[in-house]
């Protein structure tokens, strides 16, 4: 069964930093390569950051410069660093299987709230 497990999350202040782990089970860890998306308020889903199985990684536009997506294969696990947040980041985080043999696996996210 695969399940991807979202934590991190929260509250924080204008200025400040989070960091968001996504904890995977079921699927083989170094086979897929993995993003984050993000959706806010009354908006779309839009991806954040993604990392290849080779550790490439791509950003969008939305936070480029403020975070910094990493993975660990030996513990399952990717990460998402963000700093400088800002209130408009306020979202849904969602961790997901962007490609490979377990395409299309999603968490079931986590909240971060930045206030102003």
């Known amino acids: 069964q695969v399940q991807l497990v979202e934590s991190g999350g929260g509250l924080v202040q204008s200025g400040g930093s989070l960091r968001l782990t996504c904890t995977a089970s079921g699927i083989i860890f170094s086979d897929n390569s993995m993003g984050w998306y993000r959706q806010r308020p009354g908006n779309e889903r839009e991806s954040v950051a993604a990392?290849?199985?080779?550790?490439?990684?791509v950003y969008g536009e939305s936070m480029k410069g403020r975070v910094a997506i990493s993975r660990d294969t030996v513990q399952s696990t990717l990460y998402l660093q963000m700093n400088s947040l800002q209130p408009e980041d306020t979202a849904v985080y969602y961790c997901?299987?962007?490609?490979?043999?377990?395409?299309?696996?999603w968490g079931q996210g986590t909240q971060v709230t930045v206030s102003s």
């Open positions: 990392i290849s199985t080779v550790g490439r990684q």
């Open positions: 997901a299987v962007v490609a490979g043999p377990n395409f299309g696996a």
